[in-house]
């Protein structure tokens, strides 16, 4: 594993957040100078390649990445908040109703957030009724 690597490995695994290249690119800097985009990009493809890191791609959004720790995500379809959530592993109940070899799973639980219900909430409460 290079150094590059190394340190990606570390800022994904000592990171409580979803991070995507970009913010690990400039964390990385902060120890490499002289490091590249491209390098951070090739480094996240092979370090996603080799099961060392977990790649989370939702539409609309830049692609983001987190540790292999066994977890799954709640995401807000409004703003795009993606939350850790600890839920019972379900990898037994799964490989019994489908009929192939499972190497892992990846659930995504769409929901609206608070702070977008809240949003969603004031707007219809400032709207002015129509009047004839």
């Known amino acids: 594993m290079t150094k590059n690597a190394a340190y990606i490995l570390e800022i994904i695994n000592s990171s409580e957040c979803h991070l995507t290249a970009e913010q ?45 720790l066994r977890h799954d995500h709640l995401l807000c379809r409004k703003c795009g908040k993606l939350s850790d959530v600890v839920l019972k592993d379900l990898t037994e109940l799964l490989k019994k109703q489908v009929d192939v070899t499972m190497l ?8 609206i957030c608070d ?6 909430q004031d707007s219809k409460d400032n709207q002015t009724p129509c009047t004839l």
């Open 115 to 120: 702070e977008c219900l809240k949003k969603e």
């Open 24 to 68: 690990i690119y400039l964390r990385l800097k902060d120890k490499n100078r002289t490091v590249a985009q491209a390098t951070v990009y090739n480094n996240l493809s092979a370090l996603y390649r080799q099961g060392l890191i977990r790649k989370i791609s939702i539409e609309g959004y830049p692609d983001r990445y987190d540790r292999i």
């Open 104 to 111: 892992s799973y990846d659930l995504k639980i769409n929901y």
